[in-house]
């Protein structure tokens, strides 16, 4: 018996590692390209971490030269985070191959 495979209607399944964000900006810069409420000159440089933070399957896939990334201290669970630019990081948390509360806080 012979199989016939309809290569006509293949559909793509995407898993987005990135469950949930603390910032309803970030949110939106991540499904829309764009948002307002962050400044201009930051949304390439914060897509491209979050585009690796989505690929990531562990913490520790984020450290990526020019990232800075590196564990936060005194929070249960833990939070990691990476440089963006100045005083911006992308924070979040890991579990279990996805990440959680992924926001954009300034520090130092």
């Not at 810069?29 to 933070?53: C, E, F, P, V």
Request: aromatic share 12%; with cysteine.
């Amino acid at each position: 018996m012979d199989t016939i495979v309809d290569k006509r209607k293949l559909m793509a399944y995407e898993i987005s590692v990135i469950k949930s964000f603390s910032s309803k900006a970030l949110a939106d810069l991540w499904s829309n390209g764009t948002t307002a409420k962050i400044g201009k000159q930051l949304h390439r440089r914060i897509l491209i971490r979050l585009d690796a933070l989505d690929q990531a399957e562990k913490a520790d896939d984020m450290n990526l030269p020019g990232f800075d990334f590196h564990i936060l201290r005194g929070f249960v669970p833990p939070r990691f985070t990476v440089h963006v630019n100045g005083p911006w990081c992308i924070t979040f948390e890991f579990a279990e191959k996805d990440a959680y509360r992924v926001d954009l806080e300034q520090y130092h």
